[in-house]
């Protein structure tokens, strides 16, 4: 039970926010959201009939052709492309096995940018670091023509709080094993799976450091490498991986928008990002985003026209390091003040189960009006107004203090397939994707007809 | 609760076969084997520093001098090797992708047995089957130059009863599919798994009919290419995988044998496969069954020296067609009555729910005093009396009615993991391999120990 006060504070801003028939299309959106599978089907549509979608290739310029084929069909007012440039990469092979103590296949995979070993690969010893900071401090030269592990552990938690403390690895590993003389870096998966999957994801590099072919392999497979160590073998691997960098590439930013009635200069941004990795069909990262913020404004329009506009942008090449991002909010700077609310869904297909702003202290009552209506799709509200957006919004964040949702979403089981083969449709649960619907929907909705527009902090 | 009268018959059955020492004896062991982690170690020293063990192969090599090093140093009475051929076969490469209506990589394994492809692979139409029989009724030439694909999903039991009715699709389907014309064969994986695994196993060829390549594919890339069809596209794939024929090969059942006190010629048989396939290392398949029938043997020897031999015997060769089992029971087929009781562990590594026997009525009370036994385990009594034993006692079941058991265990997510590369020592529960070594354990004991031999129906 919610103390009377609280319910009263709500109705009042509620009242005060919206008028009885705005209410009404709430609900009646949410209800529509709720029960319609136009978000699956979209889903459906895009990771099957195109799959991966690595920026730059054959399947990037169909994503950019379907998503602005369906941004029309579904009757967005708008629908436009942005170009945006990304450093273009591929991968063509990639293959481990132990060959001592016994032969063995390993599950490997090259890390995003990562170079190519020699044509016929490399062997090393390994050499294990349980963390980041043991491989810092290794000795310079005592890696020298060795391959450096790091078997680091991701926790698995509802907001996905691991990745940060684990990730450091993927980005940086590298780069710190080459100072210290290895020939190529492997890391246990960022990932919470007890499957051979292994876990790609963004590397780097140091112009000023030897750069060696970096890697994650399946955590199966590093529990492997690590008993081999406890049973005092020496475990010897040989990798193989062919990849390649295509210099600049240009991909679209994709934006469909619903044009608003009073104040159409103003717009919610729903984000989400319409590449993905290689290696499965992007279904969870980051397809459901795409499909259900298209569907959240669809679903909007088929109610009533809002006061502002809904924009919904199809980030490009986010997993390169949100080259798309960075390009829609340079070339909209001058006008980042329009934007009245922004939230991207870009964790998955579990259902939201909070709701959370980053604005101005005038904004709350709006934001709690909202959450109000929030709560009967079973989302709670979360008073902190510390949201941060997804990673499509850190360049807004950077260059302006933009009013900022949360959608939480349940990402308990997110890194069991997060940027691994196995990130496929399947995983998709229908129901929790209408539920995400709903909530996108509903959000932006209330958001877009505001008395007067949202402020960041 | 159980009646009055059952707890009384089953207590003087107990004391007809069974001094009171001996019954001690029989908790001793069970507790001992509850307690130690000597199969866990068995199976981690297995799986970690030998990993997958084809036959023919190096590691085959390694896994007979590592069952015959163990089974020495645990101190069973006599532990000989004896040889058995098989066909030997060679995975070197498979790689398969959707090259239309967009490209995406498939997941694909070649299928025991298989040929080649061309070096450069194949290309071709798809044309899905949902059943065997449906392959079967397609009109001849009606595949030609294309890929059949029987997309037949196999049900989830507890006993994997859904294995048998799947399965003939992957002993039969390229003959099936040759005969229409077609190019290649390539089937939904025989597994229950939601994962990007393809299942290997066994397949054959007819002499009469072209051979062509066979292979599974995983269940999310069954439902890909599943989907393709439903939205009126014509997928088409390409398949390259290399493999090797190699002629008549040789391995070894290596066998361990307690010798018995009183009757040293007859013997209660634990039998498990040495070998695996090359995909996985083997934990579930076979490794664990390996592990707990070598440590429940050892438990034994440990506690009492039971009154007729208990002989741990591993097969070779298993997978590609029982060849061990073949070898062995023909080699003893003049002495197959001095087996006095015989069950495999060949059904991963999930808990004894069940025991079941098939013997002579007279052997009927030595069955229950040996339920009785298992109780304190959670394990129930079939009384049905049609256990049909291992795929390792096949052969026996072939050449005479002996008296044979099942431990029924627990196979509802075996098949998430049988004859993948994701079968590996994580998928263990350690807990619950004691609780299999413990049943294992007395019931060797308790069959060695009966006043007299039991036997077949």
Excluded at 203 to 232: C, E, F, M, W
Excluded at 322 to 348: C, M, P
Excluded at 389 to 397: K, V
Excluded at 407 to 423: I, N, S, V
């Amino acid at each position: 039970m919610l103390p009377l006060c609280a319910l009263t504070v709500s109705a009042v801003a509620q009242a005060q926010e919206f008028t009885p028939t705005q209410l009404e299309d709430v609900a009646k959106v949410r209800t529509l959201a709720s029960q319609s599978d136009l978000s699956w089907q979209l889903l459906e549509s895009l990771t099957t009939e195109i799959g991966p979608r690595l920026p730059g290739t054959e399947n990037d310029k169909l994503t950019v052709a379907w998503a602005e084929k369906h941004l029309k069909r579904l009757g967005f007012d708008k629908v436009w492309l942005e170009a945006a440039t990304f450093p273009e990469w591929r991968r063509y092979h990639e293959s481990a096995k132990l060959i001592a103590p016994s032969e063995q296949p390993l599950h490997i995979t090259a890390l995003g940018n990562s170079i190519s070993t020699p044509e016929q690969g490399l062997r090393g010893e390994v050499v294990l670091f349980e963390t980041f900071d043991e491989l810092k401090a290794a000795p310079p030269g005592s890696l020298k023509g060795k391959i450096a592990f790091i078997n680091y552990r991701m926790n698995r938690d509802i907001d996905g709080n691991g990745y940060g403390p684990a990730v450091q690895a993927r980005n940086k590993g590298a780069v710190e094993a080459a100072k210290k003389g290895a020939i190529a870096y492997m890391m246990r998966s960022v990932s919470t799976a007890h499957h051979r999957f292994a876990h790609t994801g963004g590397s780097h590099y140091d112009d000023q450091v030897t750069k060696i072919p970096t890697t994650a392999i399946a955590n199966p497979d590093a529990d492997q490498i690590a008993r081999l160590l406890k049973h005092g073998h020496t475990p010897q691997v040989e990798i193989n991986i062919q990849t390649e960098d295509l210099g600049e590439g240009t991909s679209f930013n994709v934006i469909g928008e619903i044009t608003g009635s009073d104040y159409p200069d103003q717009y919610v941004l729903l984000g989400s990002h319409h590449d993905s990795w290689d290696l499965g069909t992007g279904a969870l990262d980051d397809g459901a985003g795409m499909a259900l913020t298209m569907a959240a404004a669809k679903h909007i329009a088929s109610v009533t026209r809002p006061k502002r506009s809904i924009r919904v942008v199809l980030f490009a090449a986010e997993e390169l390091g949100l080259w798309g991002a960075k390009a829609y909010f340079k070339r909209h700077q001058d006008n980042l003040t329009q934007i009245v609310a922004a939230a991207e869904s870009d964790f998955g297909a579990d259902v939201v189960y909070a709701f959370e702003s980053n604005v101005n202290a005038a904004s709350l009552p709006l934001v709690r009006a909202i959450a109000e209506q929030l709560k009967p799709l079973g989302i709670k509200y979360i008073g902190a107004n510390r949201a941060r957006g997804g990673p499509d919004l850190i360049p807004l964040n950077n260059l302006t203090s933009a009013p900022i949702f949360d959608l939480h979403q349940d990402g308990t089981d997110y890194f069991d397939y997060h940027h691994t083969a196995d990130d496929t449709l399947d995983k998709v649960d229908p129901d929790k994707l209408k539920q995400n619907t709903a909530a996108y929907a509903v959000f932006a909705l209330m958001a877009a007809n505001g008395k007067t527009p949202m402020q960041g902090k």
